[in-house]
């Protein structure tokens, strides 16, 4: 949307959007999440997130490591609910942001996660125990890999940490697409 003096108000076209605004970001979300959307979503995920885990490989701090830790420890607990893995997992992300020593990757990396746990409201790991274990593995892939300062490592298994979720929506979305 955009107003000026004389001329009033007029909404935009989607295109001259900025998503990254928190406010728009939320607003998208709540009309829901299509097929475009999270593709668009997990771009950029892919894009930013495995250099936020590179970065945190070579920047992290012990407290880093513990805090990392500490969530996949949280995620791997039983009897979550969609919305508590969501917070855990979200958690998890945000560190790894923190970690990159990188204040805009922490910074973008919220608001690309406050559309992520929206997401979870679609499938999430603790529908399925074995989903649920390899998701919280290759989290913990991640932290290893951190903690031992291997940059491709933690890139790689942060990438697969995306795909994982990513492939789980579709993967959801498709079939509840068949029952109708």
Do not use: C
């Not at 995620?75 to 979550?80: E, K, Q």
């Not at 969501?86 to 020593?101: M, V």
């Not at 490592?153 to 940490?161: F, G, K, P």
Request: no cysteine; proline share 2%.
């Amino acid at each position: 949307m955009t107003s000026k003096t004389r001329i009033g108000t007029r909404v935009l076209d989607p295109v001259n959007w900025d998503y990254f605004d928190a406010d728009v970001l939320a607003w998208r979300v709540r009309m829901g999440l299509d097929d475009e959307f999270r593709l668009s979503l997990t771009e950029v995920r892919r894009a930013i997130e495995p250099v936020a885990a590179g970065l945190a490989a070579r920047r992290r701090t012990a407290a880093h490591v513990v805090a990392l830790r500490g969530h996949v420890a949280v995620m791997g607990r039983s009897g979550h609910t969609r919305q508590s893995f969501a917070e855990a997992d979200l958690e998890f992300h945000l560190t790894i942001g923190a970690a990159s020593g990188n204040p805009l990757m922490r910074s973008v990396a919220g608001v690309i996660e406050a559309a992520l746990v929206a997401s979870f409201s679609q499938s999430s790991p603790v529908d399925d125990a074995s989903d649920h274990e390899h998701t919280v593995n290759t989290h913990a892939a991640i932290v290893d890999a951190v903690e031992a300062r291997d940059e491709q490592a933690a890139a790689t298994a942060m990438l697969e940490a995306i795909d994982i979720g990513y492939r789980r929506i579709n993967d959801s979305t498709r079939k509840r697409n068949l029952k109708r």
